[in-house]
């Protein structure tokens, strides 16, 4: 099946626009069961009432496993953003108030993978961490009490697609039933990575609409930094993370 050229390219997936349909096509270093994991979690998102492109199939194109899906015509909140920064709290306020609706929602963790069994995995499986450190960020992760609630686990403008007169929410694959306060600090981390001022702003907005406190947010932070030890993503600096872990659980 010839799909043209990518639109788009991931560390885990090239996507394409085909027969207005987009197709997710996974690298094939991937276990075999991972369309399927990605699709059932976009399902249960969808199954909620949120704004999330539908799953139209899971299936194999030449060989490799891929998930087909609802083309949402549009462009992300991040492109809009990186046009026109003068409108950087207007993009933001619009993709908070977004997340909170998605944090409204009690999450069934029979249904979608509970956030803490897949924050304990990615810390142990980090070579960076000694198992001192793991320890440390285990025991701080069994620390937190919290409500399940839906968590996106990516959440950021460049995963918003604003279409005619709505905002679609994208890339499911990393979400979770867990503390909102984690999906917020993990929304931080991303954002910080690109600009203090633009990471900032939006924990502000975050906790001026929902209540709740910065201080509460970064008590996620060494759990989450370490566990995005674990994605080896080519951006992202691990000398960064390792110095938010070590600053916040020193040994």
Avoid at 54 to 81: D, P
Wanted: hydrophobic content about 35%; charged content about 25%; some cysteine.
């Amino acid at each position: 099946m010839d799909l043209g050229n990518p639109i788009a390219k991931g560390n885990t997936a090239k996507i394409y626009h085909c027969d207005n349909k987009i197709v997710k096509v996974f690298n094939d270093f991937l276990p075999d069961t991972e369309s399927i994991y990605e699709a059932k979690k976009q399902k249960y998102a969808y199954s909620c009432g949120l704004p999330v492109p539908e799953i139209l199939g899971v299936t194999k194109i030449n060989g490799e496993q891929a998930i087909i899906m609802e083309y949402v015509e549009g462009e992300t909140l991040g492109e809009l953003w990186f046009e026109d920064k003068e409108r950087t709290e207007y993009y933001l306020t619009i993709s908070v108030e977004i997340q909170m609706k998605i944090h409204s929602i009690n999450a069934n963790p029979e249904k979608i993978e509970p956030m803490y069994n897949k924050l304990y995995r990615q810390i142990e499986s980090v070579n960076n961490l000694d198992s001192k450190q793991k320890t440390v960020l285990l025991n701080k992760l069994d620390s937190f009490t919290y409500e399940n609630r839906l968590c996106h686990g990516d959440f950021h403008l460049f995963n918003l697609i604003k279409a005619d007169n709505h905002v679609v929410v994208i890339d499911w694959v990393d979400s979770s039933a867990g503390d909102i306060r984690a999906d917020v600090y993990r929304t931080y981390l991303l954002y910080f990575q690109v600009s203090s001022s633009l990471a900032d702003m939006y924990l502000r907005l975050y906790c001026e609409k929902s209540g709740i406190l910065r201080s509460e947010v970064f008590q996620w932070a060494p759990v989450i930094a370490g566990a995005r030890l674990a994605e080896s993503v080519s951006t992202e600096n691990s000398e960064r993370l390792m110095r938010i872990i070590n600053h916040y659980c020193p040994l």
